[in-house]
């Protein structure tokens, strides 16, 4: 069966630091990859997609950035955080042909200071 | 563009049914779909409807869907305290989308 793994599942970071954080999939291949945002009292947002490794798409313009350095790991990079950007994110995946069937992962609490 | 609506909050009594409601705006929706939200955890995909059906049962769940007022519910009968948590409504777009549309989550407390 298919795992998908965050890590940290919280961090607290100052203003202006850097940020990486992480999703591994275990149990499938070649799966499409998505980070979402939730902020508070607002729904979620995606960020950024991924059909492949090195292909990224992002949804949103800002200081965040993606990568997809191996086929099931997907990372989640700012190199100065504001406080706008404390959430809850999120790390899900699909199945190629089955992409609106999205699991996620247990998601990372970010609380920028 | 796209806009989906929740209540915020719903409290019911542990043995009642709940119901919980969302809308949209976008009349393109190709798939609706439930997820629930435990405390700390991820979402969790309940279950999810095809927008040509009106509606699709699974065990204490029934989704809903009026595609003519863009409403779908989610009724869960018996509900149990280990039923309370975030449940988001969401839809996708179209046929090339890779992503979903969220609402904000209904916070869906069972009193015992």
């Known amino acids: 069966s298919q795992t998908i793994h965050q890590w940290p599942a919280t961090l607290v970071q100052p203003v202006g630091s850097p940020l990486s954080l992480e999703c591994t999939v275990e149990g499938t291949s070649n799966p499409n990859l998505y980070w979402y945002r939730q902020a508070a009292g607002r729904g979620l947002q995606l960020l950024f997609y991924?059909?492949?490794?090195?292909?990224i798409s992002s949804e949103v313009p800002q200081n965040l950035s993606a990568s997809r350095p191996q086929d099931r790991q997907f990372i989640l990079s700012s190199k100065k955080l504001l406080l706008s950007d404390s959430g809850f994110y999120l790390c899900a995946w699909s199945l190629k042909g089955r992409k609106r069937e999205q699991y996620f992962g247990p998601g990372t609490r970010l609380t920028v200071t | 563009g796209e806009d989906v609506e929740q209540s915020l909050f719903l409290s019911v009594r542990e043995g009642d049914s709940s119901v919980i409601n969302c809308t949209y705006t976008d009349s393109s929706s190709t798939y609706l779909y439930w997820y629930k939200q435990e405390p700390g955890a991820g979402l969790q995909l309940l279950t999810y409807?095809?927008?040509?059906?009106d509606m699709k049962q699974d065990q204490r769940l029934t989704v809903l869907l009026n595609k003519k007022d863009k409403h779908l519910s989610l009724r869960i009968a018996d509900t149990q305290t280990g039923d309370s948590a975030i449940y988001f409504c969401?839809?996708?777009?179209?046929?090339?989308?890779?992503?979903?549309?969220f609402g904000t989550g209904t916070r869906l407390t069972v009193i015992p």
């Open positions: 969401a839809e996708s777009i179209g046929t090339g989308a890779n992503n979903l549309f």
């Open positions: 991924s059909v492949g490794i090195g292909q």
């Open positions: 409807i095809f927008s040509n059906m």
